[in-house]
């Protein structure tokens, strides 16, 4: 029999913000995997480092950082193959991801090549969005108001057009397109309701008005933007 693949959302970064769900299949883990970023630490292996037993194996998928797609594409095209081998060999596999799987989430790569062919399942976790949205106590949304997320890399002209016409966002994904991002805002008279939130729920997380903010921003930041009053006041 083939072994399971688990997608494991480990949360925003504060280990205790992972589900019990997530750390009972982290602790009785035989293969874990994870990506890197260009030969960097994984971030999703620090937040449950205490919880991976010692002698699991580790598939380590080191993504390239480039703004072409084909060598990503490459390293889960391997990464694929690897955990294929792990479950052909009747292992479990317990796929770690930052925040949630299926929210921005690395798993999403994977699951595109192997649930065809293998049992999958996926295991929710903390977005990134919820828990800047906790740390800054900004409410997001209520009753029938609207969430627009937005990733920081889009064009100014489409990024300018989709905060103009939005009544709540999240804008992820800022890291160097902060001084892009913040010029959108303050052009459309929004820089008094806008939060800046960097590395929520670590011990070095920040939260700003988005005035005060820092000249540079590390790619785990977000501004947060309601325009309204608020309607849960």
Not at 27 to 46: D, Q
Not at 63 to 90: E, H, K
Not at 149 to 154: C, D, E, I
Request: glycine share 10%.
């Amino acid at each position: 029999m083939t072994g399971t693949l688990y997608g494991v959302g480990v949360g925003p970064g504060a280990p205790d913000l992972i589900t019990l769900r997530a750390a009972r299949l982290i602790e009785g883990a035989r293969v874990i995997a994870y990506p890197t970023l260009a030969g960097g630490e994984s971030f999703a292996r620090a937040i449950a480092a205490d919880l991976i037993p010692r002698d699991a194996r580790e598939i380590v998928m080191d993504v390239p950082m480039s703004t072409d797609r084909a060598p990503a594409q490459a390293a889960y095209d391997q990464g694929a193959i690897d955990i294929a081998g792990a479950l052909d060999g009747g292992d479990d596999v317990v796929c770690l991801c930052e925040g949630d799987p299926f929210f921005y989430g690395s798993f999403m790569y994977l699951f595109a090549r192997l649930s065809a062919r293998y049992q999958v399942e996926v295991v929710p976790g903390v977005t990134s969005v919820t828990a800047c949205a906790a740390q800054a106590g900004r409410p997001l949304v209520a009753r029938n108001e609207r969430l627009t997320v937005l990733p920081g890399p889009l064009p100014e002209d489409e990024l300018r057009a989709r905060i103009d016409g939005a009544e709540s966002l999240a804008i992820m994904k800022v890291g160097r397109h902060l001084p892009k991002i913040r010029a959108i805002i303050d052009s459309l008279g929004l820089t008094a309701k806008a939060t800046y939130v960097e590395r929520a729920t670590l011990a070095n997380e920040v939260v700003l008005p988005l005035a005060d903010a820092p000249d540079s921003a590390p790619y785990f930041s977000m501004i947060l933007l309601t325009k309204g009053a608020d309607p849960w006041l």
